[in-house]
């Protein structure tokens, strides 16, 4: 029995653009697609009634011009924000915060591996330290990626003198970029958010914090989001990461999630292997998303 292959946005709208017209089935056909790929039903709205407008404008019933169109369109709303990251300081500290289960662990790895393919010296700081696994699991990528790391000196050694240690070290050392792992939850009474107000305060009394990056996993959609509102809310985020972004299955919530939180998407992990986390390109996501 063939294997089916997996929904996608671009290969629904590939049927949809080698029609000869554009027609009342056409219009249907886009906002089905858009909302299957997880643009939300008021994005979806606001981008259909857009294309609408321009065709109209435009006086064309080509889809190859509807469909320029509109990556032109989603081209233009996921630019809206700067997706570049700041990491000229030296050090440049990176804080990477998110919901336990997100894939945090593999992308700080990977993250390391992407600067370090630019020359970049890395060191991580295992700042999880309520996780035994996850230093561990930390230690490994940290090998693998060719950066160095700061474990806890004990298990569950406070979290803050973990980060401290860390930028402590860089400087010390020269390294250009630090990059500190926190938990995704906590296992003592006190809250989460609390703690990562004190690790940001001690790296703070050392030098400023270049980033603050939100680990998001791009397949639970809405509910991941619902999710990391907190760290959103009090954590200072300054950029977005999106992990498990295969395909275009759920590309649309790429530009959900930017035009709802007004933060902007840096990363993206599109695999599994250590060098498949990437800067976030507008011009080139909107082009894999519509073709």
Do not use: C
């Amino acid at each position: 029995m063939a294997e089916r292959t997996p929904w996608s946005l671009s290969g629904a709208l590939r049927g949809m653009f080698a029609k000869k017209l554009i027609d009342a089935e056409t219009w249907e056909d886009l906002e089905d697609a858009l909302i299957q790929a997880d643009f939300g039903p008021s994005i979806t709205e606001a981008v259909v009634a857009d294309l609408r407008a321009k065709v109209a404008r435009y006086n064309t019933t080509d889809p190859t011009d509807l469909q320029r169109m509109l990556r032109e369109g989603l081209e233009e709303r996921l630019s809206k924000l700067d997706s570049t990251l700041n990491l000229s300081a030296r050090p440049a500290v990176v804080l990477v915060v998110g919901v336990n289960g997100v894939g945090k662990t593999t992308t700080i790895g990977k993250f390391a591996k992407f600067l370090r393919t630019y020359n970049r010296s890395v060191l991580i700081g295992a700042a999880d330290t309520f996780r035994a696994a996850a230093v561990e699991q930390l230690a490994t990528w940290a090998e693998r990626a060719g950066a160095d790391i700061v474990r806890p000196q004990a298990h569950g050694q406070d979290p803050a003198s973990v980060a401290f240690q860390t930028v402590e070290r860089a400087m010390k050392d020269g390294t250009e970029i630090v990059i500190i792992d926190t938990a995704g939850r906590l296992q003592t009474k006190g809250g989460l958010m609390d703690e990562l107000t004190k690790i940001r305060k001690v790296i703070e009394k050392q030098t400023p914090i270049a980033e603050v990056l939100l680990v998001l996993d791009a397949t639970t959609g809405q509910n991941g989001l619902a999710q990391a509102e907190a760290f959103i809310q009090h954590a200072g985020v300054t950029g977005l990461v999106l992990t498990k972004l295969d395909g275009s299955a759920k590309g649309g919530f790429v530009l959900a999630v930017q035009e709802k939180t007004g933060i902007p998407i840096k990363l993206v992990g599109q695999g599994e292997g250590i060098n498949d986390l990437t800067g976030f390109t507008p011009h080139v996501f909107a082009q894999k998303l519509v073709g």
